[in-house]
């Protein structure tokens, strides 16, 4: 993890999230904690739990937004996975342990591409050899023996060896200068089509203890097919390959596991969709079910994948829920006593809405205006038509359903939806955006409550 002081974690987070300073600074604390953790005696950091948070608040204040950028601020393990995309054991679905599985499997295939990446130098050398061998084949080597006899190398033949080694350079010189990258080679590719064999299992093939897959792919024999490529291509290819023959995989596989148990964080979106008891009759299949197989997770057990045993005691849940049918404490007791930080979101009203349609580095007009700048048109909005917007959005949020900033983006698309499609072929590549333009493109359907409904 990058070691980033609390401030620093709100003020990164500040360059793309509006407002929300509770969360913003909850999160922080949890993430400094990781680090404060590791600087203790080792005797005691096993017996410092991570502190576990809730974000509850309406759709589109920016808690999934927080969880997105915290996996670009910290070089932790992060995985976001839907509650109620989960089921009770013993039914069709998903289980809760798969989301441990899954983040073990974007860890490993994170370790492996780096360590891919610092062997790129070495892989390339070997792929440049293999590629002068296809096009200039190795002389055989003074001193081979044939049926038991020394090969008698003469004059001639020893002149042919030192040409073919000045030919070999030459061909590299060319190959490293870019002459030979449209010249055609054939070369033998990993066909790497897997077994027609698949396994059905309430729990699906991802989730068994033994890799069935991997099993079989090292049963069959090896495959490979004879491709016509560039040499351009045929240099990409075979790097690839090289890279990750070099990679220590058993060195890949045992630091994702420490990394996932000691620094790993889930964020488990939409919680409030298992929260409250059913009252429907049959089994609970996606409810309290959940809640009890989810419990144990959270808590702190063992969890088997195919890298390695997996204790979850010490990885951060962050669960996230707009709570407007439940509510926290209609999670069952044990859950919500995992879950001790409870962060409230706060609406956004039109002044939030003003500063996230400009402020943002990704704030939304900047994307309009750089996607319409790639077809020759430059467009501008005065900052009554940013005000304007602001007011609309609160406006239809307010009369059909609150879905916060989201609601940004569909009157953004609907504002700008002619210029967009008539950019290509426009005559006037400067276009201003102000509130007389806005008011045009969208209070006709704003005070027709029907169609804003179907439109907006």
């Keep these: 993890m990058k070691d980033l002081k609390p401030k620093e974690i709100v003020t990164e987070l500040d360059k793309y999230i509006i407002g929300q300073k509770d969360a913003k600074k909850s999160v922080a604390i949890a993430l400094r904690n990781r680090w404060r953790r590791r600087q ?10 991570p502190k576990n948070i809730i974000l509850i608040g309406p759709t589109g204040v920016g808690k999934t937004e927080i969880a997105r950028r915290l996996a670009n601020l910290t070089d932790s393990p992060f995985y976001k996975v839907e509650a109620s995309k989960f089921t009770e054991v013993g039914y069709v679905g998903r289980d809760v342990e798969s989301m441990i599985r899954d983040l073990m499997e974007v860890t490993v295939n994170t370790l492996k591409a780096r360590q891919q990446e610092a062997v ?28 038991n006899k020394p090969i008698q190398i003469s004059d001639h033949t020893a002149q042919m060896q030192t040409t073919g080694s000045g030919t070999r350079e030459k061909l590299r010189t060319m190959l490293r200068s870019g002459k030979l990258d449209t010249r055609q080679v054939d070369l033998d590719v990993a066909d790497k089509s ?16 033994i ?8 049963l069959l024999p090896k495959t490979t097919k004879r491709r016509k490529v560039s040499v351009k291509e045929a240099l990409k290819i075979l790097t690839q390959e ?34 409250g008891k059913e009252k429907s009759q049959g089994p609970e299949v996606s409810k309290e079910g959940v809640q ?3 419990l144990p997770i959270v808590e702190g057990s063992s969890v088997p994948t195919k890298y390695g045993i997996v204790k979850t005691d010490h990885i951060l849940f962050i669960a996230s829920g707009a709570f407007h049918v439940s ?9 919500q006593g995992r879950f001790p930080i409870r962060v409230e979101l706060t609406s956004l009203g039109q002044n939030e809405f003003v500063r996230i349609l400009t402020e943002p580095k990704n704030a939304l007009m900047l994307q309009y205006i750089a996607l319409l700048r790639t077809e020759g048109v430059d467009i501008s909005f005065t900052q009554d038509a940013v005000e304007k917007i602001a007011a609309i959005a609160v406006e239809v949020n ?15 698309e609907k504002l700008l939806e002619e210029i967009l499609f008539a950019a290509p072929d426009v005559d006037d590549p400067e276009i201003k955006i102000d509130a007389s333009f806005v008011e045009a493109q969208l209070m006709d359907i704003v005070e027709n409550q029907d169609l804003s409904r179907y439109i907006l």
């Design 40 to 49: 203790v005696a080792p005797d005691l950091q096993d017996e410092i739990a």
């Design 398 to 412: 307010a009369a059909t359903e609150n879905i916060g900033a989201r609601r940004l983006h569909t009157l953004m």
């Design 120 to 147: 790129q130098e070495k892989a390339a050398r070997i792929a440049e050899e293999r590629v002068l061998d296809i096009l200039l084949p190795p002389t055989p080597k003074s001193g081979a023996k044939e049926d």
């Design 327 to 335: 509510k926290p404490s209609d999670l069952i007791p044990e859950l």
């Design 242 to 275: 090289e890279a990750a023959h070099l990679v220590d995989m058993e060195r890949v596989k045992t630091d994702a596991v420490s990394m996932v148990e000691q620094s790993g964080i889930i964020f488990i979106d939409e919680i409030d969709k298992i929260a």
């Design 194 to 209: 897997s077994p027609m064999v698949e396994i059905f299992s309430n729990t699906g093939i991802e989730e068994m203890g």
């Design 292 to 294: 009890r197989d989810l």
């Design 211 to 218: 890799n069935v897959k991997d099993m079989l792919g090292n």
